[in-house]
């Protein structure tokens, strides 16, 4: 099976007699069935004279590895340590308007109306958008979606929600889609994270500002509009990021009256069409 790892360097071995020693040791593992000797797992370094070993009830791996002259005679026995996992996401980050104020004015307020507000409608709409909440901070929550679209339609529904006047608060929204570092915990790290976090920090209060990478996803799929903000310089991001904020009152508005039936007069009216002679024959007039 292969599995990707990384090498760290943890033990001398200073002299031929502690190798020999732990290869003997090994040996006797081997024999009783409790470790095997393997080939090098796919894509991994070698180094000529290395040996590979897996520990069978845990999957351990020992790699060691030929030292050079400095250190003398001996091998550096590494244990397996997996690789940081990495994944593609579209990422949700939301900020409650004017947060530290309201806390000033009313703390114990401000803060049951954001609990409610999480409660009722954000976490409602995540597992309606199939999101997951990656975590919340005392005025602003992180959320992970499988597809810039789900993440997107979310974000109109938690806005539309809060103006329909489900809260007194308001929230920013950032959404942005990259490559994000996953903890052992779940929790999402990187770049990814960052810019959907720094959006949020530049979007309108009650509005929603996707990343150029969203905006190429879910252009024409969704009953949107947009507004191209151009390209923002933002913080600690060491690239501009081209930003577009979303429109989905406007959108749905035009929509409504393209498709519209046009109204009737108030008072009886005669359409006056031109006539057409198909036989060719002369009419008599009537005086």
């Avoid at 007699?17 to 024999?31: H, T, V």
């Avoid at 151009?230 to 009152?249: D, F, H, M, T, W």
């Amino acid at each position: 099976m292969a599995v990707s790892w990384e090498w760290k360097k943890i033990l001398l071995f200073g002299s031929l007699r502690e190798r020999d020693c732990f290869l003997s040791w090994m040996r006797g593992q081997i024999a009783s069935g409790i470790s095997e000797e393997i080939e090098p797992p796919p894509d991994q370094p070698r180094e000529p004279g290395d040996r590979w070993f897996r520990h069978i009830p845990t999957g351990s791996l020992w790699r060691l590895v030929p030292i050079n002259d400095t250190y003398g005679p001996g091998f550096w026995p590494a244990l397996d340590k997996p690789r940081v996992q990495r994944r593609l996401a579209a990422i949700l980050a939301a900020d409650v308007v004017g947060y530290s104020a309201l806390m000033q004015r009313a703390e114990e307020a401000t803060y049951a109306e954001f609990e409610r507000l999480k409660r009722e409608v954000i976490e409602p709409d995540l597992s309606r958008h199939e999101g997951r909440l990656i975590k919340t901070t005392g005025d602003g929550a992180l959320a992970e979606f499988v597809s810039p679209s789900a993440a997107v339609r979310c974000a109109v529904e938690i806005q539309e929600s809060i103006a329909s006047g489900q809260s007194d608060l308001k929230l920013r929204i950032g959404v942005n889609l990259g490559e994000v570092i996953v903890a052992a915990d779940g929790d999402l790290f990187g770049d990814g994270i960052n810019i959907a976090v720094r959006l949020e920090g530049v979007a309108d209060p009650g509005g929603i500002l996707i990343s150029e990478k969203v905006y190429s996803e879910v252009e024409g799929k969704l009953d949107v509009g947009f507004e191209d903000r151009g390209e923002q310089q933002l913080k600690n991001i060491s690239k501009p990021v081209r930003a577009y904020a979303v429109r989905a009152g406007a959108h749905r508005a035009l929509t409504e009256r393209l498709g519209a039936t046009p109204p009737l007069p108030d008072k009886p009216s005669i359409a006056v069409l031109p006539f057409e002679n198909m036989s060719g024959s002369i009419l008599p007039m009537a005086w």
